[in-house]
């Protein structure tokens, strides 16, 4: 089972699970961070910033992107490549050749989930994976249908999802179709999942991923076969959990020495 930690708010899950990146940091300076975009985990980024600030070397950490979407002109500020730099790869001070997103040009495309997957395995695997969960349920771009053993590759976005990523595109028609999207069976190879959501908006989708059946019609059910997964979330996401008093009981007795 996983483990679910609801704090206040937002910005203290971000202290949360940046606070356990820097002691991970710490004893292995050439940590692997797989990194998700959207907003839910930008309260992560914004806390590791400030220890970035206050002194902490990234310098050696890699950082591997979930997905891309497919044939955004090269440069566009809403590209994960793009967000992915001026969220994490900027602020952290990691080595741009240390900074991984799938290639969603068109010119090879049909390759480019293989290469991604060529990348992955050659530099050794993802340490933590930061996931959000969308409201059709996906992790990644892994829309409901994906199976849990897929790899990366091509996939086509909701309009559900198209929809809820137009607030970052001047209009819906401008939200690519296609994207590149770590498989399911990607994401679970990583050591440490870390799946945060806040907000009332996803309660459903996170009380289907952690307590639902485990069903390729929720991707998100995918995390309950990881052995190291730690959900962090608000209240209001966590809102429609139905163990959720038995989650806080865990965590008032957690023995120090476990991390998350
Ligand atoms: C983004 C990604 C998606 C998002 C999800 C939630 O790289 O992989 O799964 O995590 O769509 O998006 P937000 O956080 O914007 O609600």
């Known amino acids: 089972m996983a483990e679910v930690i609801v704090v206040d708010s937002a910005a203290a899950a971000g202290e949360l699970v940046a606070s356990h990146i820097v002691r991970e ?3 292995l300076p050439a940590y692997t961070l797989g990194v998700a975009t959207g907003s839910t985990p930008l309260p992560v980024y914004e806390a590791l910033a400030a220890h970035a600030r206050a002194g902490v070397d990234f310098s050696q950490v890699s ?3 979930l997905d891309e979407y497919v044939g955004l002109p090269a440069g566009h500020p ?3 490549r793009a967000v992915v730099d001026r969220h994490v790869a900027q602020p952290l001070g990691l080595d741009p050749r240390n900074v991984h997103v799938p290639d969603g ?3 090879g495309i049909e390759t480019a989930g293989q290469r991604y997957e060529d990348a992955l395995s050659g530099h050794g695997g993802v340490d933590l994976q930061l996931l959000g969960i969308g409201a059709t349920g996906h992790l990644g771009f892994n829309e409901p ?3 849990f053993g897929s790899l990366t590759r091509v996939k086509t976005l909701t309009e559900r999802t198209r929809i809820d990523n137009a607030r970052f595109f001047a209009s819906l028609d401008e939200v690519p ?3 590149v999207t770590q498989g399911l069976g990607t994401i679970l190879r990583a050591r440490h999942l ?3 959501a806040f907000g009332e908006g996803k309660a459903d989708a996170v009380a289907a991923a952690v307590e639902g059946p485990l069903t390729a019609s929720m991707p998100g059910s995918a995390i309950q076969l990881h052995a190291h997964v730690t959900v962090v979330l608000d209240p209001a996401a ?3 959990l139905e163990h959720r008093e038995y989650y806080q009981w865990a965590q008032d007795h957690k023995p120090d020495w476990q991390g998350i």
């Open 25 to 27: 940091v710490a004893s």
């Open 63 to 65: 950082a591997f992107a």
């Open 78 to 80: 809403e590209s994960y």
């Open 105 to 107: 040009s068109l010119a």
């Open 145 to 147: 249908g994906s199976s």
């Open 177 to 179: 179709i296609h994207c």
């Open 194 to 196: 870390v799946l945060l």
């Open 238 to 240: 966590a809102s429609g």
